[in-house]
């Protein structure tokens, strides 16, 4: 039982606000956003020479070329798009919202619109609300453990576009037409690119080089994606606690990972829970006000909930028809409601 009025709750947040804010008021241009701007830079540098690299008939060469193309692409389609839908690489809403249409759309081959609605409108407005943000988006309730949790993420590449597609009919004549001109304009440049300057021979090994450097980081993709929430509090639409019970119950931390640190950002990995209660800020921000954070929810005995990957792994093994085929439990968090 967690008693609490609505204005002890808004106290509470409000409270935590201030000190994150007086955080970010005292933080420089480059930790509140350029340290994740060099990041995605460094990301796009690494595209020349691993493109060039596949032009090797070394081993050795041709798999680095590949590895330097798979951490790209997934820091730029993750971490870039993560950040630009929450408006986080700059201070403008427009550059912030062109950024997302080329990270999401030209790198990511998914539609910007869809993907807003589906992270920002949905999932984060309705965190752990069962139908609205529970993640459901990926629970595939009649595939075995084994094949949703090791094989079918492998399909990513795949089924992204065609998902992209489908959304088209849901969105406005203008933005279906960008949608539809930015993917292919993003899948044909990175098929030329292999053609032309890695010097591929045949349309089949480009696209099979497309599809290995697009699923590097699909398997840990959708673990994160259904890790981090599913199998915590969950919450009918009717009865849902406020936002900072909300998020302390619904939401996990991962340990740090510098090539998922690097990939994902701090805010999908080991700072989820600031970036919940935060979401606009980089993540750079959310590591900076992560002792904060879990300091004042300790301090009001609220949960900071954290565990390793592998065991969280192992919860979703033993438990994959609890969690992925049946709905999980609605929590019941008495007094808060």
């Known amino acids: 039982m967690f008693p609490g009025t609505e204005a002890q709750e808004e106290t509470l947040m409000m409270e935590l606000s201030r000190l994150v804010q007086e955080q970010v008021q005292g933080s420089s241009w480059w930790e509140l956003r350029g340290k994740d701007c060099a990041i995605l830079g460094l990301a796009f540098v690494a595209l020349a020479p691993g493109f060039l690299l596949l032009r090797s008939s070394s081993l050795l060469l041709f798999s680095l070329g590949l590895l330097l193309l798979g951490v790209s692409h997934a820091a730029i389609t993750v971490k870039g798009a993560h950040l630009s839908s929450h408006s986080s690489l700059t201070r403008s809403p427009l550059l912030n919202r062109i950024w997302a249409v080329f990270f999401i759309e030209v790198c990511g081959a998914f539609s910007a619109d869809a993907g807003v609605q589906a992270h920002i409108k949905m999932h984060h407005a309705h965190t752990n ?16 453990r084994s094949l949703y949790l090791f094989i079918a993420p492998l399909a990513v590449p795949v089924i992204t576009p065609l998902v992209a597609l489908a ?3 849901h969105q406005p004549l203008l ?6 001109l930015m993917v292919s304009l993003g899948l044909w440049s990175h098929f030329w690119i292999l053609v032309h300057v890695s010097e591929f ?5 480009a696209l099979g080089c497309m599809f290995v450097t697009r699923n590097f980081f699909s398997l840990p993709y959708i673990h994160v994606n259904i890790f981090q929430h599913i199998g915590l509090s969950m919450f009918s639409p009717e009865q849902r606690p406020k936002r900072i019970y909300q998020m302390s119950h619904g939401v996990l931390n991962l340990p740090r990972n510098l090539l998922l640190d690097w990939t994902f950002g701090h805010s999908l990995i080991s700072c989820h829970i600031e970036h919940h209660l935060f979401p606009k800020l980089s993540d750079n921000m959310c590591l900076k006000v992560k002792p904060i954070v879990s300091r004042f929810l300790a301090l009001k005995s609220l949960p900071y909930q954290q565990d390793s990957y592998l065991s969280r792994l192992r919860l979703f093994f033993d438990q994959y028809q609890e969690l992925m085929v049946l709905a999980p439990p609605i929590t019941e968090l008495v007094g808060i409601q």
Do not use: A, E, N
């Not at 609205?132 to 988006?137: A, F, I, K, Q």
């Not at 933005?175 to 539809?180: E, G, N, P, Y």
């Open 167 to 169: 959304q088209l009919k």
């Open 175 to 180: 933005s279906s037409l960008r949608t539809l």
């Open 129 to 144: 609300v069962l139908g609205l943000g529970d993640s459901s988006t990926w629970k595939v309730p009649g595939l075995s």
């Open 201 to 205: 021979g045949s349309t089949l090994s």
